[in-house]
C-alpha cells in the first residue's frame, strides 16, 4: 500500500501546510510590526536614538512595550520615575540606578505581577546610558486622571 498517491492523505497534508504556513507568515508580520513601530520614535537627544538602537538590537523590545500595551515585561511608556512595587509590599523609584541593576541583575527586584523570565544582559557602561536616556525620553509617570 502506498498512503503517499492517497488523495485524502494529499489534502490533509496541504490543509496542515497551508495552517503552517499561514501561522509562520502572520507571526513574521506581527513581530516586524512590534519592531518597526518602536523604530519610528523620533527623540531630540541622540543618545536615546541609540538607546532605542540598542533596545531593537538587543530584543528588549519582544517583551517591553513602549506605547503603554501590555507585553511579557512592564511597559516603558512613562515608566521613568513611576514607583515599582517587588516583593513583600516593597517600592523602589524607577530611576538610573534601579534601570542599571534592573539590566545587570534583573532577578534582584521583580516586579510584582510579572514573572522572573529576563536574563542577565552584560552590557558595557555606554550602551546602558544610552538604554537609560532613552526610557526617560519615554517620558514621566502619567497621573491617572490624565489618562
Ligand atoms: C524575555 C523577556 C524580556 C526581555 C528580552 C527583556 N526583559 Fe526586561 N523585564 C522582563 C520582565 C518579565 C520584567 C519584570 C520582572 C522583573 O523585574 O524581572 C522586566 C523588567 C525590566 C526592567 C524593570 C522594569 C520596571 O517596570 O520596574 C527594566 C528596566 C528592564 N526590564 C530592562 C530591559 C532591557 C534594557 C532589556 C534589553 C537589554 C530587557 N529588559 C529585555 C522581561 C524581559
Known amino acids: 500500500m502506498n498512503l503517499i498517491h ?9 490543509l496542515v501546510g497551508l495552517v503552517l504556513g499561514s501561522m509562520l507568515l502572520f507571526g513574521s508580520v506581527y513581530i516586524y510590526r512590534l519592531n518597526s513601530d518602536s523604530r519610528d520614535l523620533v527623540f531630540d537627544s541622540q543618545l536615546a536614538m541609540q538607546g532605542q538602537q540598542s533596545s531593537n538590537n538587543l530584543g528588549c523590545v ?58 542577565r544582559y552584560y552590557l558595557e557602561e555606554p550602551e546602558i546610558t544610552a538604554l537609560i536616556e532613552y526610557i526617560k525620553a519615554l517620558g514621566n509617570p502619567v497621573p491617572p486622571a490624565a489618562q
Open 62 to 119: 519582544a517583551c517591553h512595550t513602549v506605547d503603554g500595551s501590555p507585553g511579557v515585561g512592564p511597559s516603558w511608556l512613562h515608566m521613568w520615575g513611576r514607583t515599582e512595587k517587588y516583593g513583600k509590599g516593597r517600592t523602589v523609584t524607577v530611576d538610573e540606578a534601579y534601570i542599571r541593576e534592573s539590566i545587570l541583575d534583573p532577578p534582584a527586584k521583580i516586579v510584582e505581577g510579572f514573572p522572573n523570565v529576563m536574563a
Open 6 to 14: 492517497h488523495p485524502k492523505r494529499y489534502l490533509l497534508d496541504t
